[in-house]
């Protein structure tokens, strides 16, 4: 598989290979080189802010939560 550098130094991902890896827009890639080769890593890095973002939902819809908020009977 080959992939052009765009003038900004960007590159596209193979979907192939974005599916087999389950790289997804978000995932952090680390690159470094060896012996002259270009190498990517995915990361397992997380923002402990995303991993409980919902975690906490009271079951409720924003609706219902507003009209408590605003005393709307």
Do not use: C, W
């Amino acid at each position: 598989m080959q992939a052009k550098v765009a003038q900004r130094g960007q590159v596209t991902i193979p979907k192939s290979l974005r599916d087999q890896l389950a790289i997804h827009p978000g995932t952090i890639l680390e690159f470094h080189t060896e012996q002259g080769k270009l190498i990517a890593v995915k990361t397992n890095i997380t923002n402990p802010v995303d991993e409980l973002f919902g975690s906490l939902g009271s079951g409720r819809k924003t609706d219902e939560i507003m009209a408590t908020l605003r005393d709307d009977s």
